[in-house]
């Protein structure tokens, strides 16, 4: 079950404003299930462009056949479309408790990202961070990763820049007992 309100008033070409929230306690879909997940902002119409800004948030997902878990997400979103609705820009900043895909694990994650989509091509400058990460092979206190991402014909290509920066880098349990073997 998922509840929905949307509430406004104004032209829908231009001049709508109004609030969209949704509210999902428990999701599934395939081996994913996820809890406590919601959505609630601002809906405006301008010039022909729908506009929404607010938060998102998810209490904790679980992807068995993935090792995906992830615990408390939070993202504000802005997001503007075209007017024919195939094209979007907009931001997002989002932040999570303890993340984990497989043997990598993550104590929190943050970041930032600017993006455009047009024309089956997507453009995005991000700045992403994870604090107490721990995997087989190393574990870092901290990592923070910025840079570009371009992609072009549908994700077709893509080329990615960025810097990255860690610390408190040390070996990990499996590389540490290969070593001392």
Not at 33 to 53: I, R, W
Not at 123 to 132: H, I, K, Q, R, V
Not at 144 to 168: C, H, P, W
Request: glycine share 14%.
């Amino acid at each position: 079950p998922v509840g929905l309100k949307l509430e406004g008033e104004g032209e829908l070409r231009d001049g709508f404003t109004g609030v969209l929230a949704a509210v999902a306690p428990q999701a599934a879909y395939g081996d994913c299930a996820a809890q406590g997940a919601s959505l609630y902002g601002k809906l405006t119409v301008k010039d022909e462009k729908p506009n929404f800004a607010g938060p998102v948030r998810l209490g904790s997902l679980a992807c068995s056949k993935q090792g995906l878990r992830l615990a408390k997400a939070d993202v504000a979103l802005a997001v503007a479309l075209d007017p024919r609705l195939d094209g979007a820009e907009g931001s997002i900043e989002a932040s999570s408790g303890a993340l984990a895909l497989g043997e990598q694990r993550a104590a929190s994650t943050s970041g930032k990202a600017r993006f455009a989509w047009r024309q089956q091509a997507l453009t995005a400058d991000y700045d992403l961070g994870a604090a107490g990460i721990a995997t087989p092979q190393a574990a870092l206190v901290a990592l923070n990763v910025s840079g570009a991402l371009r992609s072009q014909d549908n994700f077709a290509r893509m080329e990615i820049t960025g810097d990255a920066k860690g610390s408190g880098l040390r070996l990990g349990s499996r590389l540490d007992a290969a070593l001392a073997g």
